[in-house]
Every structure is written in structure tokens, then in C-alpha cells.
């Protein structure tokens, strides 16, 4: 059966279509404040960094959310990508794939292949003669060295969560900023080795360093070593996108929860294994707000257990203990002040 749309519902549906795909992608001329766009750049970017010579070099994930169904997204459902933007009005967008390693093939490989992936890059860097990409993974703790092509030439472990980066006008120094530890390493660019350590005083609680990498570290908790749960819920957010994440093989799950509000409009029906495209929720303001999802199918946090295999594609479920430090530390994410609640969070 043919569809015909009516020519003014498709214009405004193209309308809508290039808003959406040019969403965070808007350049901003420096000497006129003329705005243009660029499309085709990853889904969620991460940083950029100008490249001499002219345009820039981005970085960040590309969804794969095209997909339908949670096991054919097991440990697959995003790339970390690198993106070229050519200057000009028009300039192209040339992107790479920063993890050539991986096949995609399966949801997981063996630990000695995952720890060369990169996962959540946050920080890019271009060298002054423009033939060296360095570009930080917060999620993997390592830093990779490009090409001008954005192919890799070297990989280097460095401190827990590096961001930022940056060099010295000569070139020859790398400076990464190891969030999660608060210390910045100091690497000598031609040999590739660290030279010098600076640890900043860190305030952070104990109970946030022990639950954080469950929600960023790429290695420890997922298949193929560069996604992790914070790879949609970014910073513990959203990535502001729909995904399909039912299984056809599942089972119904009893309906456990309290119908309807107790109102009286119908029974309620158990939990079908095909839920549809559901919008990715934030992990803010967690606390107190079982049960979770849209539909309230997990009675609390600890039920997301199984999403480390089944989703991301790790070797086992999170343990109780896990789960516990993973909770207390988004316990501590709490939602900004709100005029209409009290300082307890009651309304």
C-alpha cells in the first residue's frame, strides 16, 4: 500500500527532519556571527579542537538505535567516532571509527582485546604542525595517538577519567587532566612517556570514587571495552534519544506493582518483553523514586543486575555489593533547586 503525504505536511516534516540533524552541530563565524551548520557528525559530541590548517577535528559517539531489539544491541550499541569538518560554508565531514579493532561481530571479546578500545572520549587535541590527534577516553583511562587522518598510531594508558587535554605552543608536552583522580599527567610527546605527575587536592567522597565506574568505565563493565551504561545516560543524563529495546525471545514479567493508582479504570496487565522505542531516562533524583523505568518494571535499582550482560555485553550481572556502591553514588546526583518542592524533596 502507497502512503501520499501532502506536500505541505512533508515540507514541515523536512523542516523538522534538518532541525534535528543539525541539533548541536552550529557554527558561529568569530568575526560576523553568521551562523551555519554542518551535518552528519557523530550523535552525541563530546569535544573539539581546531586543526591547524583549517576546520576541526570532533569527537563522540554515533547510537546505533536504528536497531530494534536488545540482543542484537548487546555490547554493540554505539561506535566511538572521530570526525573531520572541512572549513568553509560547505566543508565536508570526513568520520572514523577510533576503535578499528572491533568487528562488531558479537557482543564481547576477550579482556586482553577490550582494554585497546577507547569508550566515552572527552577531550581532543591537535598537535601544532597538524600531524598528530590526541584524544582522551574518560571511560577507558587511556589516551590514543592519530594521524592527521584520525587513523591510530599509538595508545597510552594514563590516570582514572581523563578529559581534558592540551599541549604546549612548541609541541612537545601533553597535558591530560585525570578527572576521577584529580592529578594531570605530563607526557613527552616524541617518546611517549609520562614525565611528570601533578595531584590536586580531591574532596571527593569515598563512597563516589567506589560506585562511579560502574556507570563510566568502559573496560570493567562492558563486552567489547568502549561503551558503558554512561554511554546513554551521558553525565548521568540523557542522550535525548528513543530505543527499542524489547526482546522477542523474553518472558512476560509479572505485574508486581500497584495498578492504575488504585483508581477504578481496569486491571493492568503484566509486562510484555516487547515494550516499544522508549526514551532514554535520566539517573538523576534516582532516590526514592522506585520502581523504575517508564513502565515501573524494575521494583529497584539493584534489578538492573542483568543489563551488564544482556546489554552491554560483560561477563556477569553486577553483584549485590555492585549494585549497592553503584546506587550510593547516583544516590549523590540530585535535581537542582525547584521552587515548588522543600529541601527535603517533598512538594
Given amino acids: ?67 530494534r531489539f536488545e540482543p542484537n ?24 571509527d577510533l576503535n578499528p579493532h572491533l568487528d562488531y561481530a558479537g557482543p564481547t571479546i576477550p579482556f586482553a582485546e577490550r582494554v585497546l578500545s577507547i569508550g566515552d572520549p572527552r577531550g581532543v587535541a591537535c598537535s ?4 598528530e590527534v590526541w584524544v582522551t577516553g574518560m571511560g577507558s583511562n587511556n589516551v ?28 612537545e608536552h601533553v597535558y591530560i587532566l585525570n578527572r576521577f583522580e584529580a592529578a594531570v599527567t605530563i607526557i613527552d610527546r616524541s617518546s611517549r612517556r609520562q614525565v611528570g605527575l601533578l595531584e590536586l587536592f580531591d574532596p571527593t567522597p569515598a563512597f563516589i570514587n567506589e560506585g562511579r565506574p560502574f556507570l563510566y568505565d568502559t573496560h570493567l563493565t562492558s563486552g567489547l571495552g568502549h561503551a558503558s551504561c554512561g554511554s546513554c545516560h ?26 492504575n493508582l488504585d483508581l477504578p479504570i481496569g486491571e493492568c496487565e503484566d509486562f510484555h518483553p516487547m515494550k516499544g522505542p522508549m526514551t532514554t531516562q535520566t539517573l538523576t533524583g534516582l532516590e526514592g523514586n522506585a520502581p523504575f523505568h517508564w ?28 549494585m549497592a556502591a553503584m546506587r550510593s553514588f547516583l544516590a549523590s546526583i540530585a535535581n537542582p533547586p525547584n521552587p515548588n518542592r522543600l529541601l527535603d524533596g517533598s512538594l
Fill in 144 to 171: 590514543l595517538v592519530l594521524d592527521s587522518s584520525l587513523a591510530r598510531v599509538d595508545r597510552l594508558d594514563v590516570g582514572t577519567g581523563p578529559t581534558g587535554i592540551a599541549m604546549d605552543p612548541a609541541g
Fill in 295 to 322: 513502565r515501573g518494571d524494575r521494583q529497584s535499582f539493584a534489578a538492573f543486575d542483568h543489563a551488564f550482560p544482556s546489554l552491554l555485553g560483560a561477563d556477569a550481572d553486577g553483584t549485590p555489593e555492585e
Fill in 234 to 259: 551521558v553525565d548521568g543524563r540523557i542522550d535525548q534519544l528513543a530505543w527499542d529495546l524489547g526482546d522477542p525471545s523474553g518472558e512476560m514479567q509479572v505485574f508486581d506493582q500497584i495498578c
Fill in 1 to 67: 500500500m502507497t502512503v501520499t503525504i501532502p506536500d505541505n505536511l512533508r515540507r514541515k516534516l523536512e523542516e523538522f527532519r534538518d532541525q534535528f540533524t543539525d541539533i548541536e552541530r552550529q557554527l558561529v563565524d568569530p568575526e560576523t556571527l553568521a551562523v551555519s551548520y554542518r551535518t552528519g557528525l557523530p550523535t552525541t559530541n563530546m569535544a573539539c579542537a581546531e586543526r591547524p590548517g583549517g576546520g576541526v577535528v570532533v569527537v563522540g559517539t554515533e547510537a546505533i538505535n536504528e536497531v
Fill in 128 to 131: 601544532p604542525d597538524g600531524q
Fill in 73 to 96: 544491541l548487546a555490547g554493540r550499541f554505539i561506535t566511538v567516532e572521530g570526525a573531520i569538518v572541512s572549513p568553509g560554508p560547505r566543508g565536508r565531514v570526513t568520520r572514523r
